[in-house]
């Protein structure tokens, strides 16, 4: 699903931009990049790589707030990317084997 993989792409490079809803907008990201198959994997890989180095190099703010409040959400961001990733990996192969 190409549109889905475009929106996830989309708004990973807009939650690079906007200072404290871009956290929350990485998992919606991560949401659409697990569902971003077929034409859309490729989209769904950069998405997923825009918001790893988001989360972990251009958000201090994130970690500073999960020190804070000894929480874990940037823990909690990077776990639901990898989710979504290994989502979208899945889903890719089960249609590639009902295609072939």
């Not at 825009?50 to 804070?68: A, D, E, M, Q, V």
């Amino acid at each position: 699903m190409r549109q889905l993989g475009v929106i996830a792409l989309v708004l990973s490079i807009v939650s690079v931009v906007i200072p404290l809803i871009g956290a929350y907008l990485t998992i919606v990201c991560a949401i659409l990049i697990a569902f971003s198959t077929k034409e859309g994997f490729i989209f769904g890989i950069l998405a997923f790589v825009i918001n790893i180095i988001n989360i972990i190099f251009l958000s201090p703010s994130l970690w500073i707030t999960s020190i804070i409040s000894l929480g874990s959400f940037g823990m909690f961001c990077i776990l639901a990317q990898i989710i979504g990733l290994a989502i979208l990996i899945v889903l890719n192969n089960k249609t590639k084997k009902i295609i072939n």
